[in-house]
């Protein structure tokens, strides 16, 4: 695997589910993002991990946490969304930007619908 | 925070014809402004990227301008390919370049 991958591709969740959205970059970089991408709106940023520390949160509620277990791997944990929740959620990851390497790589995304 | 609002919101030209996108920003501080192009299915991916200590860039067919002082940055495409057709998106940043602001996205479609 290379870049920057995220499982599953598609999910369909009912309000009541608990999910997880996953994504793994093999590119050796210790900054991890997760962006929400809906159809009217910018891509909008919800989480960074910086060297597995979390340093945002853009007053995302409190039904998505977020978990950083090492500088390889991030995970957004789902429980009781709502309708207006569905996107396509993107990772992405990048060298931590006070050490230079500004270039954010995204995953393919994760097309989530919640009924 | 910073705010980046991106015109026109859908672009239509002819294969070889030049296109181009506009992008301002509102924070002055701002120093870091990447552009990435989404093709159907797969995430964004990084095209080309100007610091605010330059005017102009340039990659082949592909150039970025910036003017600091009218705060907005534009993207410039020649001899457009139908491989060209995507979704292009601004976004600025202060410093670090973490926390990236996009905007709103254009759709390009290149017509043969």
């Known amino acids: 695997e290379t870049g920057v991958t995220q499982t599953p591709r598609h999910l369909v969740m009912g309000m009541t589910n608990k999910k997880s959205l996953k994504c793994e970059q093999h590119?050796?970089?210790?900054?991890m993002y997760w962006y929400k991408q809906s159809a009217k709106k910018p891509l909008e940023l919800m989480f960074v991990y910086s060297l597995e520390e979390r340093v945002e949160n853009n007053s995302v509620p409190s039904r998505f946490s977020p978990e950083c277990p090492n500088s390889s791997h991030l995970f957004l944990h789902l429980h009781t969304l709502q309708p207006e929740d569905s996107a396509l959620y993107l990772c992405?990851?990048?060298?931590?930007?006070?050490?230079?390497?500004?270039?954010?790589?995204f995953g393919p995304g994760t097309r989530l619908t919640v009924l | 925070g910073e705010n980046v609002e991106q015109h026109p919101s859908t672009l239509s030209v002819q294969e070889g014809d030049s296109a181009v996108i506009k992008c301002t920003y509102s924070?002055?501080?701002?120093?870091?402004f990447p552009w990435y192009k989404q093709e159907l299915g797969k995430g964004p991916q990084l095209i080309i990227d100007i610091r605010s200590n330059v005017g102009e860039k340039k990659d082949q067919r592909i150039a970025v301008t910036l003017n600091k002082t009218a705060k907005h940055f534009s993207l410039h495409i020649t001899e457009t390919q139908p491989e060209d057709s995507a979704v292009y998106f601004c976004a600025a940043s202060y410093n670090a370049g973490n926390m990236l602001t996009f905007g709103g996205g254009t759709r390009l479609m290149v017509k043969p």
């Open positions: 590119l050796g970089h210790n900054a």
């Open positions: 924070d002055s501080a701002s120093n870091y």
């Open positions: 992405a990851s990048s060298q931590d930007g006070t050490s230079g390497g500004l270039e954010q790589f």
